[in-house]
């Protein structure tokens, strides 16, 4: 097993492109999580897929933010129309179908929009 | 709302000293608490996991416990070296909102050789 994967791991774009990080979760694992954190912050929750399902998405996960999970196994964050306030490190996280689940993080994926 | 807090922000020690990293959050209404190390530009890595049922989780020279009641929990590292400098996180996921994690801002330690 070899952890939860993210890729790119550096994405450096120009302010109105679009973007799309992917995320291959620990292969038993049912859930999946995105996360965004900025300098100095501590991570923020975006939204969650249990299997193919995404079951909540926060505020934060405005209509240029679109998250997938089509079979259940890899996912993928799309930024559409990228501005400067979204450079940030996007993580991804994976854990068993539990309340009580550990998470495990990716080593996430730095955008910085030009 | 549940809001998070780490105190200190930053932890300057000498090798050798044993520490604690301090996390309160303000609605006792968990599953469990996790703490994590961050590398710089890294991801996180879980260190130890506590249920809302326990008191304390051991891992090598980490210690955690948790005091659900007064929302509080501490992390201890004993005999601390350099390669344990990195930033601290603690969260904590809650009974009724939803599944998501949340952080503290975390604790930045600086070990000295």
């Given at each position: 097993d070899t952890g939860v994967s993210q890729d790119p791991r550096h994405k450096i774009t120009k302010r109105g492109q679009n973007v799309t990080f992917r995320c291959d979760p620990?292969?038993?694992?049912?859930r999946l999580y995105w996360y965004r954190q900025t300098l100095g912050q501590g991570p923020e929750f975006l939204t969650y897929f249990q299997n193919e399902a995404q079951l909540e998405k926060s505020r934060?996960?405005?209509?240029?933010f679109s998250a997938e999970r089509p079979k259940g196994s890899f996912s993928t964050l799309e930024i559409q129309?990228?501005?400067?306030?979204?450079?940030a490190m996007y993580l991804c996280a994976s854990s068993y179908i539990s309340e009580a689940g550990e998470l495990f993080f990716g080593e996430g994926s730095r955008l910085t929009v030009l | 709302k549940q809001e998070v807090t780490q105190i200190p922000a930053a932890l300057s020690v000498p090798e050798g000293e044993n520490l604690v990293l301090n996390c309160s959050f303000?609605?006792?209404?968990?599953?469990n608490l996790q703490w994590f190390r961050q590398d710089p530009g890294k991801g996180l890595t879980s260190l130890l996991l506590i249920q809302s049922s326990q008191r304390e989780q051991t891992s090598g020279r980490l210690n955690a416990s948790l005091d659900k009641s007064s929302g509080r929990s501490t992390l201890y590292i004993a005999a601390?070296?350099?390669?344990?400098?990195a930033t601290y996180l603690c969260a904590v996921r809650q009974?009724?909102?939803?599944t998501a994690l949340i952080f503290g801002k975390g604790t930045t330690l600086s070990v000295s050789s």
């Open positions: 620990i292969s038993e694992h049912n934060l996960l405005s209509d240029r129309r990228t501005e400067q306030g979204d450079s | 303000t609605d006792s209404a968990i599953y601390s070296q350099p390669g344990d400098s009974l009724q909102a939803g």
